[in-house]
């Protein structure tokens, strides 16, 4: 069973601080990797891909990828309340290129 | 119109109803996919269509019945759902359906509530 795991909180960080987001899978083969943000009652928005190992930057986005370890994070520098939402970590794993399998997320409160 | 759009955002409807959902991506995308969302659970993929072509069936039940005319509709009828059916259901779309990297975009969802 290929499974994609995260610590589904909640995560609770004070406004300004760096939230930081964890998720591993279990197919070593896994070779791109998404990070989605769901606000309640919404639909996933993608915010960062990678797919080589190291960071990825985007704006106060960091996106990490270790695939020896088989772990991919999230940063999120200067969090604001508006940042407060679930994220969704999704891995495209060996043998289905076009099939995402998802994490459960883990809800980050961000608190002024 | 931008992205993916679903309608209805919300649905109720009684065990032996028939409805279906709609669906339809304005990215120039190839691929539409199905998936639904319950409360605690992950995202599930139900269906893959690949330039109008189904290339996943997730073992979904019959009662769910997929249908993608072109490549920017897609459709989910449905018919003697069951209570545990009610939950979120998403439509995304992505450039293509082959390749590890194709970021998918998702519609607003429909809630859908079976009394």
């Known amino acids: 069973q290929k499974e994609v795991e995260q610590n589904s909180g909640p995560l609770s960080v004070p406004e300004g601080a760096i939230a930081s987001l964890n998720c591993t899978y279990s197919d070593r083969g896994s070779q791109s990797f998404f990070w989605y943000r769901q606000y309640s009652g919404k639909s996933p928005e993608l915010i960062m891909f990678?797919?080589?190992?190291g960071d990825k930057e985007d704006g106060r986005f960091t996106a990490q990828l270790n695939k020896a370890s088989q772990y991919v994070s999230l940063l999120i520098r200067d969090s604001q309340p508006s940042d407060s939402a679930t994220y969704l970590c999704a891995v495209n794993m060996r043998g289905s290129n076009y099939k995402l399998t998802f994490g459960k997320g883990t809800l980050l409160t961000v608190n002024p | 119109e931008t992205g993916v759009t679903q309608t209805p955002r919300h649905l109720v409807m009684g065990m032996t109803n028939k409805k279906s959902l709609k669906c339809e991506q304005h990215?120039?995308?190839?691929?539409m996919y199905w998936y639904k969302q319950s409360a605690k659970k992950p995202l599930e993929l139900m269906f893959v269509y690949n330039f109008k072509e189904q290339t996943e069936n997730n073992s979904v039940p019959s009662r769910f019945s997929p249908e993608c005319p072109n490549s920017s509709h897609l459709f989910l009828h449905l018919h003697t759902l069951q209570p545990e059916d009610s939950a979120l259901y998403l439509c995304a779309s992505s450039p293509e359906g082959q390749g590890p990297n194709q970021p998918q975009h998702f519609g607003d969802g429909t809630r859908l509530s079976i009394l």
């Open positions: 990215l120039g995308h190839n691929a």
């Open positions: 990678i797919y080589s190992n």
